[in-house]
């Protein structure tokens, strides 16, 4: 993601206002959005090592550690340079790895 000091040096290096530099993060953010979003792509197979991760994304109340609400994402990569998998659940149980 994109942060909001981030975008300011964006803002300060190419001369651009703010509101151009968040349209163009917000479509390249909807690009990378909609480019891993139906990808069926397959990974692994005899003899490949996939390394499988997760990760909960979602906010904490007034910055305490209780359960919130939040999307679950997985990923697999595959030790080549072009096989990177993503896949999001809202519950984790709803996931199923074939």
Do not use: C
């Not at 151009?20 to 891993?36: F, G, H, R, W």
């Amino acid at each position: 993601m994109v942060t909001k000091s981030k975008q300011d040096a964006i803002i300060k290096m190419t001369g651009h206002s703010d509101k151009t530099i968040s349209k163009i993060v917000n479509k390249l953010k909807a690009l990378i959005y909609y480019s891993l979003k139906d990808d069926d792509m397959k990974i692994g197979g005899e003899g490949v090592v996939v390394e499988l991760g997760e990760s909960k994304f979602g906010k904490r109340k007034y910055n305490r550690g209780h359960r919130v609400e939040g999307a679950w994402v997985f990923g697999g990569v595959e030790r080549t340079p072009e096989d990177v998998a993503f896949y999001s659940s809202l519950k984790k149980e709803m996931l199923q790895l074939k």
